[in-house]
């Protein structure tokens, strides 16, 4: 059993950075691969990034080159450093967590509340 709780969201002008944290409770933290979706308005939720329980890392091509995911287990938390954002990059972030690495939203068990992200041009 996972629980998940974002935080970091807000705004911020084009070409600039912001990192998200997703804090987990849990005594297995470390055994759960983690993801992040992100969810603009109209739109499906689409996948981010994920990272393996060995710290392996995979991005959306729309992400890749800019965002960077990372987790401490130590600290039970998972984290997205955004930098050179877009306002394409407007969207609702969610953590997730689950027993595999995937690309697909029906493969976590696990998700936040969510964080907003807003892009100014």
């Known amino acids: 059993q996972v629980q998940l709780v974002e935080s970091g969201g807000g705004l911020v002008q084009a070409g600039g950075s912001l990192r998200l944290s997703c804090a987990a409770s849990?005594?297995?933290?470390?055994?759960?691969?983690m993801a992040w979706f992100r969810q603009a308005p109209g739109k499906e939720r689409a996948f981010v990034g994920h990272?393996?329980?060995?710290?392996?890392?995979y991005y959306a091509n729309s992400v890749k080159g800019r965002f960077t995911i990372s987790r401490d287990n130590a600290k039970n938390t998972l984290y997205l450093q955004m930098n050179s954002l877009k306002p394409e990059d407007t969207a609702v972030y969610y953590c997730?967590?689950?027993?595999?690495?995937?690309?697909?939203?029906?493969?976590?068990?696990?998700w936040g509340q969510g964080t907003q992200v807003t892009v100014s041009s």
């Open positions: 997730a967590a689950g027993g595999d690495v995937s690309r697909l939203t029906r493969n976590y068990q696990y």
């Open positions: 990272i393996s329980t060995s710290s392996s890392t």
């Open positions: 849990g005594r297995t933290f470390s055994a759960y691969a």
